[in-house]
């Protein structure tokens, strides 16, 4: 198999893997609609962009070689997760803010979706281990930081462009599912429901991450 079809192999199945983004947005689109949703699919896209950036630069090995930087970012994404399904629980906050018009609800949504990426410790961890597996040294020395530069952003772009895909899919998939699941006298036992699920990938987040 060529080198970018595995790297695409690759990017395909971590993305397919519950994670914090599937989850945040696949709850947010059966919480609030696929649109709503959709906005935070763009906050996440600009959150991957932001770690491909890091990499490219070289400060994502210093996060992985430094435990403090490394377990601030983890148990910021962890406590960050917990704090929306609290606040999915009470569910006053996002019952006046779903009723607010979609552009005035678009900041907000954006800010979410790119916390929660940038906060994500997975993230950090392909972009470290995974991406640099698929650069190809060049043979000339002189040449070979704009190389390894522009292959990294290239890599970067193609996982934020997959990423992309299945976040929409995930998201108008559950946008479809949404009648038939948050209908009616069923729609606080959801919220609730919904909530205790975000809050279970927080913490499956703490413990698979871990070091």
């Known amino acids: 198999m060529p080198p970018l079809a595995e790297f695409l192999l690759a990017v395909l199945l971590l993305e397919l893997t519950p994670g914090p983004n599937m989850a945040y947005l696949a709850l947010l689109s059966l919480e609030r609609g696929a649109r709503p949703a959709l906005v935070a699919v763009a906050g996440v896209a600009a959150g991957l962009a932001v770690h491909a950036l890091v990499a490219g630069l070289g400060a994502g090995a210093l996060i992985a070689r430094s435990p403090l930087l490394y377990e601030a970012l983890r148990w910021a994404g962890v406590g960050y997760l ?8 009470r569910g006053e906050a996002d019952a006046e803010a779903s009723l607010a018009p979609l552009g005035a609800q678009a900041p907000r949504l954006f800010r979410r979706g790119f916390v929660t990426n940038l906060l994500n410790p997975k993230s950090v961890l392909f972009f470290v ?3 640099p597996r698929f650069i190809a040294a060049p043979e000339g020395a002189g040449d070979a930081v704009p190389a390894v530069v522009i292959q990294m952003a290239l890599l970067g772009g193609l996982y934020v462009a997959v990423a992309t895909m ?46």
Do not use: C, K, N, Q
Request: charged share 20%; glycine share 8%.
């Open 129 to 131: 281990s995974v991406l």
């Open 82 to 89: 917990l704090w929306l399904a609290y606040e999915g629980w």
């Open 166 to 211: 299945v976040h929409v899919s995930v998201v108008l998939l559950a946008g479809r599912l949404r009648p038939w699941l948050v209908a009616g006298a069923r729609r606080d036992r959801m919220r609730r429901v919904l909530s205790l699920l975000l809050a279970a990938v927080a913490l499956w987040l703490a413990l698979s991450t871990g070091r």
